[in-house]
């Protein structure tokens, strides 16, 4: 018998069953055949199979809540195993792809915590240029500097890499700056010096060479030395000596040039000699007045064989140049329009007594004689320390030492080759600014060769006070030192306290968010500056990989001692 005829006669078995006394009901089969209109329905199935359902009847002996739920046909079948075939159910279309498929309408989601709003906010939309964008919302960055040069770090503002090429700058228009000088302002530890150890490391793959003139803390010293080049060491004591009234490359070769060549030539190494002593003699309080100027003038040719027409320049001392002054010749006092030797002695003994003094006092020894020191401009760096010097706390002597120094730096550059680029150092240049208004245009003169030479020349400064202290407020040497802040379209401003604020502002034209950039962001954290490039600013974070994080650490002596 198969498993259906045994549901059938189990469905007419029931109808003979007696009716469930409350207490004692049948729970073997709790389906029954209706009465009346009430039937079992059967109707066919797809593919011929019967399908019959039993609906449920009034129970004689109990409530509706009472009775036990019917079973279908297919429950009862289900208990020998068997189920009745179903028709296969179509297979669900994939839901449709959205683009935005978790966008919530304009009305919101409308469930408990969220809310929803049957309108729209009324905001109002504008349409504004690139060029007009600033005006509402300032310093908002516009297009970056070209990515070529050195890559420094980034900026802040634009999220972009900053690069440094003040060569590349120079030259192209769109940048608004016209010299490659450099100035950088910053508080003690901001790191000045990082900056310019990672710019000096990062030019070199570009063909740029270094050249430190007067390094005073020796902070250039482990650079040097890891570019396999040993520092040239200037000091009391020391064996190191630099002229700096050398011919430098202009007077190589002298009788072979022609004498339109040799009068350009002496030109250029007059006005520079002239410059650094006017500077010198200025140092020591001692006023350069055109009197001095060509007595001075006068000595220089006598001692070079100038004047006389000699077929090779003499090399010069400053002890000479003094001698000279000291114990004159006829001639000379002669060419200086003295009527005796005793007038001329009356004349120059404020200019005799200040040379005396820098031939005997402090810098004895270092810049009195001929240079021992040759460099060799095919090396990565040439550094030269000034650390024995300032360690004997003579702030004049350090300040007189790097004006040598600049002067010295200059005569080796005046013949270049075209293809020799050099980035040249002129550190804590406060020290020699301060020293007098002869000074500040010593310095000036350097500075303003920078475009014929092609050199990049890097001026650091702790704040940008320190130029103006080489006279009192509103005197002529505060503004020729104010002066020499334009001498360079790029300028770095790092770190600073609240105290300068207001100067920073004053001197640099930066308003109130630009100084609070200097004061509160880049005090933060080391590396950080506002780069001004001609009228545009960058807020540029520099980074420094784990080698040169090693050689710019300059903490050593605090290190040690803690």
């Known amino acids: 018998?198969?498993?259906?005829?045994?549901?059938?006669?189990?469905?007419?078995?029931?109808?003979?069953?007696?009716?469930?006394?409350?207490?004692?009901?049948?729970?073997?089969?709790?389906?029954?055949?209706?009465?009346?209109?009430?039937?079992?329905?059967?109707?066919?199935?797809?593919?011929?199979?019967?399908?019959?359902?039993?609906?449920?009847?009034?129970?004689?002996?109990?409530?509706?809540?009472?009775?036990?739920?019917?079973?279908?046909?297919?429950?009862?079948?289900?208990?020998?195993?068997?189920?009745?075939?179903?028709?296969?159910?179509?297979?669900?279309?994939?839901?449709?792809?959205?683009?935005?498929?978790?966008?919530?309408?304009?009305?919101?989601?409308?469930?408990?915590?969220?809310g929803w709003a049957p309108t729209l906010p009324p905001l109002a939309g504008y349409q504004i240029t690139s060029e007009e964008t600033p005006v509402l919302w300032p310093l908002i960055s516009g297009d970056g500097l070209p990515p070529w040069g050195a890559e420094l770090g980034y900026d802040v503002l634009s999220g972009g890499k900053f690069y440094c090429d003040p060569m590349g700058w120079v030259l192209d228009d769109a940048i608004p700056v016209t010299n490659p000088n450099i100035f950088i302002f910053g508080k003690p530890g901001r790191g000045k010096s990082a900056i310019v150890k990672a710019f000096m490391l990062r030019m070199i793959r570009y063909g740029y060479r270094s050249l430190v003139l007067g390094d005073v803390k020796d902070e250039y010293e482990d650079l040097a030395r890891f570019l396999g080049v040993d520092p040239f060491r200037i000091g009391p004591g020391l064996a190191g000596r630099i002229n700096p009234l050398d011919f430098g490359p202009l007077g190589v070769d002298w009788e072979n040039q022609t004498r339109e060549e040799q009068h350009r030539s002496a030109t250029v190494i007059f006005n520079r000699w002239l410059f650094l002593i006017r500077g010198l003699i200025g140092s020591q309080g001692v006023r350069f007045t055109p009197t001095e100027e060509r007595v001075i003038n006068r000595v220089l040719r006598h001692l070079t064989g100038w004047s006389t027409r000699a077929s090779r320049l003499k090399p010069v001392t400053i002890p000479q140049v003094w001698a000279a002054l000291?114990?004159?010749?006829?001639?000379?006092?002669?060419?200086?329009?003295?009527?005796?030797?005793?007038?001329?002695?009356?004349?120059?003994r404020p200019l005799r007594d200040a040379l005396g003094a820098l031939c005997e006092g402090s810098l004895q020894g270092m810049f009195d004689t001929e240079s021992t020191y040759r460099p060799d401009w095919r090396a990565p760096i040439q550094t030269l320390s000034l650390r024995s010097l300032h360690e004997t706390g003579n702030k004049v002597a350090v300040g007189i030492a790097l004006m040598c120094l600049n002067s010295w730096g200059q005569g080796m550059r005046e013949m270049a080759s075209a293809g020799d680029r050099r980035i040249v150092l002129r550190d804590e240049a406060w020290l020699q600014t301060r020293l007098s208004l002869d000074a500040v245009l010593a310095l000036d003169a350097n500075l303003r060769l920078s475009r014929t030479e092609g050199d990049i020349q890097i001026v650091t400064y702790h704040k940008p006070s320190d130029p103006l202290s080489a006279g009192d407020q509103g005197s002529q040497a505060a503004q020729i030192a104010k002066d020499l802040l334009n001498l360079s379209d790029i300028r770095i401003l790092m770190g600073q306290d609240e105290s300068v604020a207001d100067e920073l502002g004053r001197l640099m034209g930066l308003s109130e968010m630009q100084q609070a950039v200097i004061t509160n962001w880049a005090m933060q954290e080391k590396g950080r500056a506002l780069w001004m490039v001609g009228d545009q600013r960058y807020k540029v974070q520099t980074l420094l990989t784990p080698l040169e994080r090693r050689l710019t650490y300059t903490n050593d002596a605090i290190a040690t001692a803690s």
């Open 1 to 114: 018998m198969s498993d259906l005829a045994a549901g059938l006669l189990l469905l007419q078995a029931s109808e003979h069953q007696p009716d469930p006394v409350e207490g004692n009901a049948c729970h073997v089969c709790a389906i029954e055949e209706p009465s009346g209109p009430e039937r079992a329905h059967v109707e066919p199935h797809d593919g011929g199979v019967v399908s019959m359902t039993a609906t449920r009847t009034r129970s004689r002996g109990g409530t509706k809540k009472d009775r036990p739920a019917s079973r279908t046909i297919d429950d009862l079948l289900s208990d020998f195993g068997t189920t009745m075939p179903r028709k296969a159910a179509p297979a669900s279309a994939p839901p449709a792809e959205k683009l935005f498929p978790g966008s919530v309408k304009h009305n919101g989601v409308r469930r408990m915590g969220h």
């Open 326 to 348: 000291d114990s004159p010749a006829d001639d000379l006092v002669a060419d200086c329009r003295y009527s005796s030797r005793q007038d001329f002695y009356d004349g120059t």
